[in-house]
């Protein structure tokens, strides 16, 4: 389902508690023009944009279940030196989401700047957006780092290329649904082959005149069973104890995901990859996600190909048309997790 209008009127329609989990991207401060009144975005100072998205997150915080949790992607924005953003919807096909230099055209969006905040300055957005959610009740669980191997170039030579956004994680109560088996990882070829070694067949090292006795296989008991007769493969813990062998660890917080242009008009939209794992950790299969600045509803194609249910809500109409067909395209996936 997606919704063509302005986020803050349309999520008043929706029902208390009924949603599972809400991933998202706002349109991030003073770098692009949707060509839309009401859009959010533009306004004048930056406590005026993070007050509008408190406002935005207030309601999604009514329409979430009580386990529920948000997933936020939000880039920051530099105190600029007279380059602006992009205009809607000039350049729109050289931009994807988290890329974070303008226009430069005549008509761009003119950089923030203050007294105290300086051209040059980075402006802290994401932060003071975090610390505001925090303040208004919500949860601040993790700030999960999305590392670009391929971010736009910078012509800068005072600073490093900017190679990463976070992804806030939020929820609304202190327990919620997170389903970290569901992203579990691989682990490390070196652990495997730590956890593989014969360590009975093993002498022990010679060190200072003395040997250490045999080494022991060393591993995290996380997740592991306790080993049992029947099970062939197990590893021993530093106390000595077999555990039933896993070849997963606990989803780490950095996630190196390219940036993908889509080939539409709209220019600041998610990989999918990037998606994917909030869907899969945040939302039960045949939950709801909701995604009150969809765009061009990446959200909703990771949903549809995981069989959760999706609602989008876009100011532009354009990109409204863009999703329903990119969603009309997708396959659910056949293994569903
Ligand atoms: C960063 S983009 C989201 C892109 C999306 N993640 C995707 O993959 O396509 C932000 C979107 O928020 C929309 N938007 C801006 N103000 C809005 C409002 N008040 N209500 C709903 N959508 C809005 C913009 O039109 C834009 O498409």
């Not at 069973?225 to 989803?251: P, V």
Request: proline residues 4%; glycine residues 8%; charged residues 30%.
């Amino acid at each position: 389902m997606i919704y063509n209008g302005d986020c803050r009127e349309i999520l008043k329609t929706i029902e208390t508690e009924t949603i599972n989990c809400c991933i998202t991207s706002p349109p991030y401060y003073r770098l692009r023009d949707y060509g839309e009144d009401k859009q959010i975005g533009l306004e004048n100072t930056p406590e005026k944009y993070i007050e509008q998205l408190a406002d935005v997150f207030d309601e999604i915080k009514r329409v979430l279940k009580a386990d529920g949790t948000l997933w936020l992607n939000i880039g920051d924005s530099y105190a600029g030196s007279g380059k602006g953003g992009a205009n809607y919807p000039d350049n729109a096909m050289y931009y994807k989401q988290g890329t974070n230099t303008g226009s430069l055209t005549e008509k761009g969006i003119r950089p923030y700047r203050s007294e105290v905040i300086k051209p040059k300055d980075m402006i802290g957005i994401p932060w003071m957006l975090a610390f505001e959610l925090r303040r208004r009740g919500w949860y601040l669980r993790q700030d999960i780092i999305w590392s670009k191997p391929n971010p736009m170039p910078e012509s800068v030579k005072d600073r490093c290329t900017k190679s990463h956004e976070y992804i806030f994680l939020l929820s609304k109560s202190d327990h919620y649904y997170f389903d970290a088996e569901a992203i579990a990882e691989p682990v490390a070829d070196s652990t495997l082959r730590r956890l593989n070694q014969n360590i009975d067949g093993q002498n022990g090292s010679f060190a200072y005149g003395k040997t250490n006795g045999n080494m022991k296989a060393v591993a995290s008991r996380y997740g592991g069973k306790k080993y049992t007769e029947h099970k062939e493969d197990f590893f021993r813990t530093k106390s000595g104890k077999m555990y039933e062998y896993r070849a997963k660890r606990n989803k780490r917080d950095v996630w190196t995901v390219s940036t993908k242009a889509y080939k539409g008009a709209h220019f600041a939209t998610f990989p999918e990859d990037l998606i994917e794992p909030c869907v899969l950790a945040g939302c039960p299969k045949a939950g709801i996600i909701i995604d009150p600045f969809a765009g061009t509803s990446t959200t909703g194609v990771v949903c549809k190909r995981y069989g959760r249910e999706f609602i989008g809500i876009e100011i532009n109409k354009e990109y409204c048309t863009m999703g329903i067909d990119r969603m009309k395209n997708i396959q659910m996936k056949m293994e569903l997790r």
